[in-house]
């Protein structure tokens, strides 16, 4: 079962299968050249210890390589879904820790960049299962293989299956999710088995000190292989034409989040993260995470401008927007939609407008809430229309006055930005339930 699962071997007939010369006997030897063993044909305690270790569910193959035909993304900046079924094993908590931090070990060393989203499809969709499960490799049960990913395409392409059947854990113990998330993805970027023992891409499970990166070099070689390196430099990403300053710091300096002059240019929701821009770089964190990734918005969006003014998230659209003077662009994911920018005329508002200070979607009203001064406007998407004239902001929003920065909406609250403050608005109770710093998303 072994040879048939990872080496193709295909039982024609029971006469004479351990013949120098049977196809058996070929496929032994394959597999045992494939991992340092002694080259016999014949099934010797080594080659059975080597056939009862737990190990990743794809077939083998020599060297550092990739699958055929060298399938890699197109893109760097690549989007992963957690599905809804995770391991009972871990804390959910310890599931998204795990694979952030198996990601990261190849954004590392990579331009690749990975987001995370709450809903809809992703680049890499990841799952627990058992058994049978919708795709074309079963899992065998407690034993054998423990998980398996799919090299870059469409459909299953990218996708990492783990094996529910086997006992999950975040220690040396049992089977370590990190350790083999990271070896699976090396698979949904387009990395194939290495023969090196030491590799992360080795096939079979091993021990590992948690302490060290489970990169070797034969992984770095790969992956660098078919994306480059990282540059470790945030690199603007500008039109050829375009003179650079030769004196213009590229690495953006982390500005204290915890200080107290800190502001934002803007703030949304974005893919279940919380994103905040400040002149041309931003933030993305989990509300509940203490850290946050830090970037230049050119690493992400190559066309968008610095410092921009207001932006907002339509989830189910799987949308963001984003203003700019007045201009506004919509994003999916890392993609610019090619249609943009548009002039902000087009949503309704009169030529004297020429900038949005704020905006929000309110999801429950198909409503979106524009801005600008010590009022604001609301455009019905169903209706597509814009309201004729504005309303002030401190009657709708009581205890929120005058002209406001940034706002936005988590849960089932707003929070509007002021300076260096931050009003936490409830809209059942119409009115401000506390007063906040503009660090307080960071847990400082």
């Known amino acids: ?52 270790k737990h190990r990743c569910g794809f077939p083998e193959v ?27 094993d871990l804390h959910p908590a310890n599931v998204s820790e795990a694979i952030k931090k198996a990601l990261s070990a190849w954004s590392s060393i990579t331009p690749l960049k990975f987001i995370k989203k709450e809903r809809g499809d992703a680049d890499i969709m990841i799952s627990f299962a058992a058994r049978g499960h919708n795709d074309f490799i079963p899992f065998d049960g407690p034993g054998g293989s423990i998980a398996h990913a799919y090299a870059p395409g469409k459909d299953f392409g990218g996708d990492a299956h783990s094996d529910e059947d086997k006992t999950w854990t975040k220690s040396t113990k049992g089977t370590n999710l990190f350790y083999v998330a990271a070896h699976e993805f090396g698979h949904s970027l387009g990395l194939f088995h290495s023969k090196d023992p030491n590799a992360l891409m080795y096939p079979v499970y091993s021990k590992f000190d948690p302490s060290v990166s489970p990169l070797h070099q034969d992984d770095t070689n790969g992956i660098q292989y078919l994306y480059g390196p ?53 933030w993305h964190k989990y509300p509940a995470v203490r850290t946050a990734d830090f970037n230049l918005i050119t690493s992400f969006w190559p066309r968008l401008p610095p410092g921009v003014d207001a932006a907002y998230e339509i989830p189910e659209k799987d949308k963001t927007i984003i203003f700019k003077g007045n201009e506004f662009w919509v994003v999916r994911g890392d993609a610019i939609l090619p249609e943009y920018p548009q002039k902000i005329y087009t949503l309704g508002f009169s030529k004297d407008v020429t900038k949005i200070d704020a905006a929000f979607y309110k999801g429950n009203e198909g409503k979106t809430y524009y801005f600008i001064a010590d009022k604001f406007w609301r455009y019905n998407k169903r209706s597509q229309s814009m309201d004729r004239k504005p309303m002030l902001i401190r009657d709708a929003f009581p205890g929120i006055k005058g002209k406001i920065d940034v706002v936005f909406q988590h849960e089932n609250d707003f929070y509007f930005f002021h300076g260096r403050k931050q009003f936490e608005f409830n809209p059942d109770k119409k009115r401000v339930t506390r007063l906040l710093k503009t660090n307080f998303w960071f847990l400082c």
């Not at 020599?62 to 995770?86: C, D, H, M």
């Not at 004196?247 to 949304?268: M, Q």
């Open 62 to 88: 020599a060297g550092f390589s990739t699958f055929a035909g060298e399938p890699k993304w197109a893109k760097q900046v690549l989007t992963y879904r957690e599905i809804l079924n995770y391991t009972p």
């Open 230 to 282: 990282s540059s470790n430099t945030y690199n603007d990403q500008r039109e050829s034409t375009e003179i650079t300053d030769p004196n213009e710091s590229k690495d953006p300096a982390l500005p204290n989040t915890c200080g107290p002059d800190l502001t934002f240019d803007a703030v949304t929701t974005f893919c279940g993260e919380i994103m905040f821009f400040e002149d041309k770089h931003f």
């Open 1 to 52: 079962k072994y040879l048939k699962n990872y080496y193709g071997f295909k039982k024609d007939g029971e006469s004479l299968i351990w013949k120098s010369n049977s196809p058996m006997t070929q496929k032994i030897k394959e597999m045992q050249e494939f991992f340092g063993l002694e080259v016999s044909g014949k099934p010797n305690s080594g080659t059975l210890d080597v056939v009862q």
